[in-house]
Every structure is written in C-alpha cells, then in structure tokens.
C-alpha cells in the first residue's frame, strides 16, 4: 500500500466495496478521487492534505422496521409496543413513527334474529329492540332467550327486504364483541447505521511543499512565515545546515525565529516518514547578500569590445566595465603609441557599470582604454576604432577616352548621357565601408573621371538602435544580476526592431538605462474533451473530469520558467459544441392524443432501445393527421339524377350510417375532427352504346328515351337524338276455331 505522495499525485489504494464510496480525506483534506473497479480507488492528494490516515466516506445505511405489541386496551398495547422497542435494541440508532391501533380479535356469531314492519326503517329499528331484550330467533316464528351480555355484544350489518304482502323484513345477527379490548399496536421503525467510513491503519505521509517565504531577508530573531502544503506532521526545518524552531504550525505555514548566523540558503523541513522538501528561493540576511554582491563586482573593462565610429561623428561612447567607482586617471593609446589623457575632458563620466569616452579630435585607428583608482587599474585593448571620414566631390566632365568595366567607347556627351549603362547599380545585402571602382583599360594615359557614388534603401522601417537585456531574479538584487550577466554575455531579449535578438557582440551595446521591479507571469493551462450527456453525482470525480486534470497538471509540471510557480484552482467550462444532424444521428418520432402522450412515448422507446445514445434536441407540437376512409354501400343504382346528386337523401344517409358504424365500431367519442363526402361511381363508359325504348307510338317512345338517358344516363354523353331508328313492332296471333264430328255417321263441316 502506497504510505506517501505529492501535492496533486494520483495514488491509486485499495479498499474492498469502493464502489459505495462518496468522498476521500487525506489527514483531513478532502480529496478528489476516481473510483477503479469494487477493490481499488485512485485519489488526487490536495493541497490541503496532512500527515494522517486516509478515510473512505460512505454514505449511512438507512433500513424499516415493523414492530408490534398487545395488550388490554391502547394503553396496554402501546406499553408493550414500547417494551419491544427498547427490549429490541432499536433505540440506539432508530426512530419510530407513530403508533396505529387495531384489534386483535373478529367478532363471533351468536345467533340470527329477523323482525317484521310496515316500513323498511321500522324494521330495522326493531333490531336493536331484539338485541336490548337479549333475544335470538323470528318475530314471525317467536323469538328465545340468547343468553348472552348486551354489554359484551353487538348487532351486526342488517339487510331488509319487503315482502309479498307489503310488509318489510329485516335481518341481522347478534355478535360477540367481548375479546375487542385486547389491542394490536404498530410503528414503522427507521433505522439508520451510520459511520460506515473506514480508515487505513496507517498514517499517509503527504510530501511538504514550500511555495513561498515572507520575507526573503531578515536579521537575528526575525520571524520568517514559510507557506506551503502538507506541513502538519512535521518533525523539523533548517536554513542551510543551521536548524531552526518551527513555530505557529498548522497544515498550510508556519514562522520561525531567525538563527544566529550569515545566511544564503534554502529553506528545508522534514516530515513524517523522513519525507524532505525546500524552497526554491533563498533566505539571505543582510550581510551575507551585501558580501555576495560585493563579490560578483570585479573592477575591469569588459573584454572584446569594438566600438567602430566614424572620426567626429559622435563626441563621446559608452564602454561597458564592472565596479567602476573611485576612478583617478583615464588615457586612450593609439596603436601607433600616441596617449589620450581623457579623465580631465568634461565630457569623460563613469558609473558602476560604463564609462563614457571622449573621441572628439581622435586619429584614425585602433585605440585601448585604460583606468584606474587609487588601488587598481584596468584596461582593454583596440576597445575603440575610429574610422576615416570619406569625402566626395559632385561633379560631372566628358568620358572621351575611357569607359567604366565593359560599356564601350563613346565619341560624345550625348550619346553616353543616352547610354542606359551610364548609371550602374550596386545591390548589397549588408553594410560597406568602402567602395572600389577599376577602370577596365590600362593604357589610359589622359583625361578624367568624375562619379558619384549614392545609396538608396528599400527598408520603410525606423529601427531603434538599441537591444534590450532582461533578467529574471526571485529578488531585485537576483534579477538586476541575471540582466548584467546577459548583457556581459551579448544576450539580448529584443532587438532594434522588436523582434527575438541573437546573440550579439556585448563590445557593440552600452547601457543607456537600467532598473529592476518585480515581474509577475499569469498562466493558464488548458485542457479540453468532448463528453456528451449529463453529469450525475460528484462532476469533480467523474473520470473524464479528473482525466482533463491530469492533463493540466502534466502541462504545468513541464513548465519551464526562472519563476518561481504557484498552483492556483481549477476552473471547468462547458460548452455546447456539436448538434447531432439528421443525418449523423437518429431520429424517433411519436404521436398521441396530446404532446405529453407523445414525449412519454419516446421516452419510453429510448429507455428501451437506446440506452447508449444522448438526446441532443426535442421537437414536439400538434399536427393534423388526416386518415382516409372510404366506404361503398355495394349498391348498384341506378337512381334518379336528383336523388343522386341530393346527399341528404335517405339513401346516402344510410350509406354514410353504415360507414361510421364500420370506422368506429364503439361509436365516435368525439377524439376526432371529421370531414366526410360523398362520391358517385358509375361504370366505365362503353366505346358504343346504344339505350332503345319502344311505345305505342313514336312520341311515346321519344320520349321514354330521352327520360330514360337524362335520369339514368345523365354522366354520358349522348348522340344526336333526331337522328333515330323506328318502326313498328307487330306480334300477330291466330285463333283457330274446329269443329269436330260425332263417329257413326252425320254431317261435319269446317
């Protein structure tokens, strides 16, 4: 098992049933953690962590009990419910609710009785008349003596009925209510077991961690405070090798007096366990700080400078030198062993870190520096070169006889004025000093040439031309010392035109300011994950919240900076990021009666079907939803042109009956909004056809045709109805009359 860790280390433990943990101390500092399966838990130790056990929290178990008692009357039954209660051990950690009474027995039959009125009501009044005389029986068979108390009975539920001859009968039977004093009591217990928190046997040992001293410098018996972390537990502290007495300690700082002694040093504790930590930063008393910026200060001329100036174009240059103070002499020599007393020009100074020359009136060439106090002397040779100034003449005469590289010749002025080639372009990519011109002909033996040399730059920018060095210290002294060692080093921060300077030449720069204030640095780190769905519980301990943490913490951990960094709080941000689309997700869509039914009916399916999806939208409303419903009486007309095309007509009506009977089989409760028609069908029209009627005569027949097409037919289109065919239709019959003969002779005739 893990018995120490850092400041925001996750330490994973092991602690059966973690799965029912809630929460996670470290000493006493709450912790967050991410629960590992049901045997391990990985905790983040805090900031406010201390030396003691770890302890898992656990929520309180809470139960129900039913209890009971009996006894005479209420009184007696809760008395022994109240000795069930504390005989139960109920009492050290449960609650009970109120007591609800009841009886332990049911009544007895003893006997029937029935009686007769003229009313319903005045039979069953007499009821309880039978039951006050402490009778059983019939009033119409005679009742008998029950033997039984009226105090210790009852009569029970009566029922009456009338009789054929008018009369009421009533019935009931007595009960036997003698037992009702014995009572039942009940009460709902709730328990709760509490302290289900468990601790490890041992004590975890956070890592101390010292994040800041106030202040940094002090003298014999100042209180110094030391914050941090984790600091409860401990067992010791020192300055350097020098021990010192903690005091006012508590888990997050404590003071302690300043030890007799000159001090430089870190400061140090020691916890539980020999776990170790120091400070960053140095404490320093006075003294030993002045002796250490005594000692960094070595009187001299920084070597290899070379400050290159055109003779009498400046009047003075700065030279970078270290402790230079108390000067007495100061002489420039010239390469050629001319010496330049220059510490009584009025335009020599010096301070601690440059001295300024005087070069007006110098010869061209290299010259060393040298100084002095009245202890020491210092010099740097070739620190200044002074430069020829070049002069030019501006004038112009005749090319007769010689021309510039490879040109040619030309016989006039004017055609080397036309000449393109009579200015020629020398591009450079740095600076020049100096500039050549060859003439491409050797045998010139007369005549002149004049030109004139200029210089054209593209550059639009004004550049400065000073470089700035920066240094970094957890104390002004500190930082002004980083700056002067980057500045002695030819590291600069910025150059001229503010962008990241390269190592430079520190014999080109002088110091035209410096200052030393404090320097603050703010920041943030940030890690981002997408996470969909809803957050439940602690979001803090959720896995993907502590897993962006970590993340953090890694980002933090590989910080480089000559600061010293405190951690402060974490900070989580959400945001809507991404809409599943209609075609990245999946749709469901419900109806109902109402918008509730039709969301419930989601709900429902999702809770079945896609447990793993998230609902990233709803759009729910009403809507019309129209069914089609078509009903065919299956009655072949025809009818009549008006019966057909009147649909209040019993015979539609009865079409429309019989379709709402068959759409809506329980009836229509009015659920829906209907719209209803009707429509006539009529047969396909044939490609030829023709309709014929007949009548006595051709009037007659006329018109039962045109009847018969404008009532039956009045869909079709007919034909020209002056064009016809008719005729006659004649059925002839024949009577026949015989005459029959008698056998045995006489006459016949036909």
């Keep these: ?3 120490s860790g850092y400041i925001g280390e996750m330490v994973l433990f092991s602690e059966q049933n973690a799965e029912s943990i809630n929460g996670v101390l470290v000493g006493t500092g709450q912790a967050l953690f991410q629960i590992i399966g049901d045997a391990h838990i990985d905790v983040r130790i805090p900031e406010t962590a201390s030396w003691g056990p770890i302890t898992f929290q656990r929520p309180d178990i809470v139960e129900t009990f039913e209890i009971s008692g009996t006894g005479a009357w209420e009184t007696g039954a809760f008395n022994d419910l109240a000795s069930v209660f504390a005989g139960g051990a109920y009492s050290a950690y449960c609650a009970s609710g109120e007591a609800e009474y009841s009886n332990v027995h049911q009544a ?3 006997c029937d009785i029935l009686t007769v009125g003229a009313t319903e009501a005045e039979a069953i009044s007499k009821l309880s008349d039978v039951h006050g005389s402490g009778l059983c029986g019939s009033e119409e068979e005679g009742f008998t003596n029950g ?6 009975t009852r009569v029970g539920e009566a029922t009456a009925t009338p009789d054929v001859g008018g009369s009421w009968v009533a019935f009931s039977v007595i009960e036997d209510t003698g037992n009702f004093y014995v009572k039942r009591a009940e009460s709902l217990l709730t328990c709760t077991l509490g302290d289900q928190d468990t601790q490890t046997s041992y004590s975890f040992v956070p890592f101390p961690m010292i994040t800041s001293i106030d202040p940094i410098t002090g003298e014999l018996g100042d209180s110094i405070s030391v914050y941090g972390n984790a600091f409860s537990g401990l067992v010791g502290g020192g300055l350097g090798d020098q021990g ?12 302690f007096p300043v030890p007799a002694g000159n001090f430089d040093h870190v400061i140090s504790v020691t916890g539980q366990s020999g776990v170790f930590a120091s400070s960053a930063s140095k404490f320093s008393t006075p003294l030993a700080a002045e002796a250490f910026l005594e000692a960094l200060v070595v009187f001299r001329i920084v070597a290899g400078q070379s400050k290159k100036i055109t003779k009498d174009s400046v009047d003075t240059v700065n030279v970078a030198a270290q402790g230079a ?17 220059i510490f009584s020009s009025s335009l020599f100074s010096y301070s601690d870190r440059h001295i300024t020359v005087p070069v007006t009136g110098l010869n061209e060439g290299l010259h060393s520096l040298s100084v002095q106090t009245a202890t020491e002397s210092a010099g740097a040779s070739d620190v200044i070169f002074i430069r020829d100034a070049p002069s030019f003449s501006y004038s112009s005469s005749a090319l007769w006889s010689s021309g510039i590289g490879n040109t040619g010749l030309y016989e006039t002025q004017s055609e080397f004025s036309s000449s393109p080639l009579n200015t020629v372009d020398f591009i450079l990519s740095g600076e020049a000093d100096q500039f050549c011109l060859d003439f491409a002909y050797a045998n010139i033996t007369t005549g002149s040439v004049n030109y004139t040399l200029k210089k054209y730059t593209d550059t639009t920018f004004a550049p400065s031309p000073f470089y700035t060095a920066v240094g970094y210290g957890a104390t002004s002294q500190a930082a002004d010392t980083n700056a002067w060692t980057n500045f002695n080093n030819g590291q600069f921060a910025t150059d001229g035109l503010g962008g990241a300077a390269p190592s430079v030449n520190q014999s080109l720069c002088s110091v035209t300011s410096s200052g030393t204030g404090a320097h603050s640095e703010l920041k943030e780190f ?5 996470f969909t769905g809803e957050f439940t519980g ?15 913490w890694n980002l933090f951990d590989n910080y480089q900076t000559e600061l010293t960094c405190s951690t402060g709080e974490f900070v989580i941000s959400s945001g809507f990021l991404e809409a599943a689309s209609a075609s990245s997700g999946t749709g469901i869509n419900t109806t109902g009666l109402t918008i509730t039914a039709a969301i419930s009916e989601a709900d429902s399916i999702i809770s079945s079907d896609y447990l793993e999806y998230t609902i990233t939208g709803r759009t729910s409303g009403t809507s019309g939803e129209s069914n089609s419903f078509d009903y065919s009486s299956g009655i072949s007309f025809p009818f009549s042109h008006d019966l057909a095309l009147n649909f209040g007509s019993e015979p539609w009506v009865n079409i429309w009956t019989s379709g709402m009977g068959e759409l809506f089989p329980n009836g229509n409760v009015g659920e829906y909004s209907l719209t209803s028609g009707f429509s006539v069908t009529s047969d396909a029209p044939a490609a030829q056809g023709a309709i014929a009627t007949s009548g006595k005569d051709l009037n007659e027949a006329f018109a039962a045709l045109h009847n018969l097409a404008s009532n039956f037919y009045w869909n079709c289109t007919t034909g020209n109805m002056l064009s016809f065919t008719t005729g006659e239709t004649i059925t002839p019959s024949y009577t026949g009359y015989f005459f029959g003969y008698c056998s045995g002779g006489g006459e016949y005739s036909t």
């Design 147 to 152: 033997s039984y108390q009226i105090s210790t």
């Design 244 to 255: 010192i007495t903690i005091q006012n300690l508590d888990n997050r700082s404590f003071s």
């Design 1 to 3: 098992m893990p018995y």
């Design 526 to 530: 940030t890690v981002s994950g997408l």
């Design 325 to 341: 103070s108390g000067l007495t002499a100061a002489s420039l020599t010239h390469s050629e062993g001319d010496v330049y007393d």
């Design 108 to 110: 007895a039959l003893i």
């Design 538 to 552: 602690d979001m803090h301990a959720d896995p993907f919240i502590t897993g962006l943490k970590t993340g953090a």
